[in-house]
C-alpha cells in the first residue's frame, strides 16, 4: 500500500484507469484521422497537422491522468486500446463530426468520473478535473462544432480546400 494514499476510493482509481484507456483510445482515434489527411490521394496538410496535434493532447491528458493517479498513492493499470471504430472518412465534414462525437464520448465519460469522485467526497478529484479537464473539453467541442458548420457552409471540393489552407 502506498505511502502517499489518504482517502481516495478504489472506485475513483479504477475510474482514473478506465478514464486513461478512453484518453489513449482518442490519441488513437485522431493518429487515424492525421494519416487518413496526409495520405498523397487527399493532401489536406493542414487538417492532418490539427488532427496530429489532437493526437499529441490526448496523449499529454493521459500522462497527466498518469501522474496524478501515482500522486494520490494509486496504481496505473494499462489495458489494451480499442482500434479506432473509423479509420478511413468520406469527407472531412465525415472526420469532424466523428471528432466531435469523440470529444463528447470523452466529455462524457469525465463527467461520470468527477461524479465517482463526488460520490466518494474526493473533493481534490473534483478540483483536479475540473481544474484539467472539463474547461478544456467544453472549448473542444465547440471548436469543432465551430468546424462542422463552417464545412457544411463550403461543401466539397475547392470549398474544403480553401478550408484547409486556411485553417
Given amino acids: ?14 475510474g482514473i484507469n478506465a478514464q486513461i484507456n478512453k484518453e489513449l483510445g482518442a490519441m488513437y482515434a485522431y493518429m487515424a484521422m492525421a494519416n487518413h489527411f496526409s495520405r498523397d490521394d487527399i493532401a489536406l496538410s493542414n487538417i492532418a497537422s490539427f488532427f496530429k496535434d489532437s493526437a499529441q493532447e490526448e496523449k ?17 493499470v494499462l489495458t489494451p486500446i480499442d482500434k479506432p471504430a473509423k479509420t478511413d ?26 461524479a465517482v469522485s463526488d460520490t466518494h467526497n474526493d473533493y ?7 481544474g484539467e479537464y472539463l474547461k478544456e473539453q467544453v472549448d473542444a467541442i465547440k471548436q469543432l462544432s465551430d468546424y462542422c458548420a463552417q464545412l457544411k457552409l463550403v461543401g466539397d471540393g475547392l470549398g474544403v480546400y480553401h478550408f484547409d489552407k486556411t485553417f
Fill in 1 to 14: 500500500m502506498s505511502l502517499a494514499r489518504q482517502e481516495f476510493h478504489e472506485n475513483c482509481e479504477a
Fill in 60 to 76: 499529454e491528458h493521459a500522462e497527466k491522468l498518469m501522474e496524478y493517479q501515482v500522486k494520490r498513492g494509486g496504481r496505473v
Fill in 124 to 130: 481534490q478529484m473534483s478540483d483536479f478535473l475540473e
Fill in 89 to 114: 472518412f468520406d469527407s472531412a465534414l465525415d472526420a469532424f463530426q466523428t471528432a466531435l462525437a469523440l470529444e463528447k464520448y470523452v466529455n462524457k465519460a469525465l463527467l461520470d468520473l468527477h
